[in-house]
């Protein structure tokens, strides 16, 4: 079974241009979520997906970030218009949803990431 | 709102003595998910280990942790450092009232020296 799919792997964007990335999750998990990653705030949640409804837009992110989930199995991250401050991992993840009550918790597989870097 | 702490940003060892990777957290919910995350160099993070049950360990891979309640605390340990445990930890929290939003620490980037 293919696990998550990011591309590109790397970008390389101006200031002020808009860039998508894109994530294909595990077929048949229900959960999608984009992740930026730097070395100094770690893993910060950008966006997260329940069977396409979108459940969660990280506030700080909102202006400039745009998520979307066309179907079940795609996802884009729009950043529009792009910084340096920008510069970061994009790491998509996926799961199945969880089942509280069965304390089953739905582990997130991580894609590769797409390296974005703004000059 | 929920958070999760992680002291140490590095830590370096030599091989063979032991680890320990501090993480407490915050919840006002009773009855948290912690998870451990692992990402080795040029790799994407990959679930360790996981717990949400009080004062029991949990093992994985040589790695163990507990959670203590009482402390909020879900500290990472193993009894014998190896090189190829240099890699990123990151400790995460689930409140459960959230469907799977996870929420992570800063990680610590631990480094095992011959």
């Known amino acids: 079974d293919a696990g998550v799919t990011q591309t590109p792997r790397h970008e390389v964007a101006e200031k002020g241009q808009t860039i998508i990335l894109k994530c294909e999750p595990v077929s048949g998990h229900n959960d999608l979520f984009w992740y930026r990653q730097t070395k100094i705030q770690g893993l910060e949640l950008l966006s997260y997906f329940r069977s396409k409804s979108l459940m969660e837009d990280g506030g700080a992110f909102k202006d400039r970030f745009k998520a979307e989930m066309l179907n079940s199995s795609f996802s884009t991250l729009k950043i529009q218009p792009t910084e340096p401050k920008d510069s970061a991992v994009y790491l998509c993840?996926?799961?199945?949803?969880?089942?509280?009550?069965?304390?089953?918790?739905?582990?997130?597989?991580f894609g590769p990431g797409t390296r974005l870097t703004v000059l | 709102g929920d958070s999760v702490t992680q002291t140490e940003g590095l830590v370096t060892l030599t091989e063979g003595l032991p680890v320990m990777l501090n993480c407490t957290y915050q919840?006002?919910?009773?009855?948290?998910?912690l998870f451990w995350y692992v990402q080795h160099l040029n790799e994407s993070p990959r679930l360790l280990l996981k717990?949400?049950?009080?004062?029991k360990r949990t093992e994985h891979q040589g790695f163990h942790a507990t959670l203590h309640k009482s402390s909020s605390s879900f500290h990472l340990q193993k009894s014998s450092a190896q090189l190829s445990d240099s890699a990123l930890y990151y400790c995460a929290l689930s409140d459960r009232s959230n469907y799977n939003v996870l929420y992570f620490g800063t990680g610590t980037k631990l480094t095992v020296e011959p």
């Open positions: 919840t006002i919910y009773s009855n948290p998910f």
């Open positions: 993840a996926s799961s199945l949803a969880p089942d509280w009550g069965g304390a089953n918790y739905a582990e997130q597989f």
């Open positions: 717990s949400f049950t009080d004062n």
